[in-house]
């Protein structure tokens, strides 16, 4: 089993920036492959973006590319969204999720592949 801490999330301006936090405890963050998803009331838990247990490849939605970044310190265990440029419409909680993977370049970008959820850190961008 793998437990998922979510950290970092709050109320920020627009155009400022937040970095969240995934602390992943039940066994070694490598072999893992990461992402940060994220959700609005009444809509579908979308993905934000997503990394390979190596590191090495790394997805980002459209609507995030460029502004936000993802990396992990398999080390610590921590896999980290930073968020600049924060919009309004960036409002969500931002849900951490993690899958066993064999392939040290893989992820994915659907929600049904991830197999371990955080209990999400709300992020909330005032205008």
């Known amino acids: 089993q793998v437990q998922l801490v979510e950290s970092g999330g709050g109320l920020v301006q627009a155009g400022g920036s937040l970095r969240l936090s995934c602390v992943a405890s039940?066994?070694?963050?490598?072999?893992?492959?990461m992402g940060w998803f994220r959700q609005v009331p009444g809509k579908e838990r979308d993905m934000v973006a997503a990394?390979?247990?190596?590191?090495?490849?790394?997805y980002y939605a459209d609507s995030v590319k460029g502004r936000f970044t993802i990396s992990r310190d398999n080390a610590k265990n921590t896999v980290h969204l930073q968020m600049n440029s924060l919009k309004p419409e960036d409002t969500a909680v931002y849900y951490c999720?993690?899958?066993?993977?064999?392939?040290?370049?893989?992820?994915?970008?659907?929600?049904?592949?991830?197999?371990?959820w955080g209990q999400g850190t709300q992020v909330t961008v005032s205008s």
């Open positions: 999720a993690a899958t066993l993977s064999g392939y040290s370049e893989y992820y994915s970008r659907a929600r049904s592949d991830y197999d371990y």
């Open positions: 039940g066994r070694a963050l490598n072999r893992l492959a």
């Open positions: 990394i390979s247990w190596s590191g090495g490849s790394t």
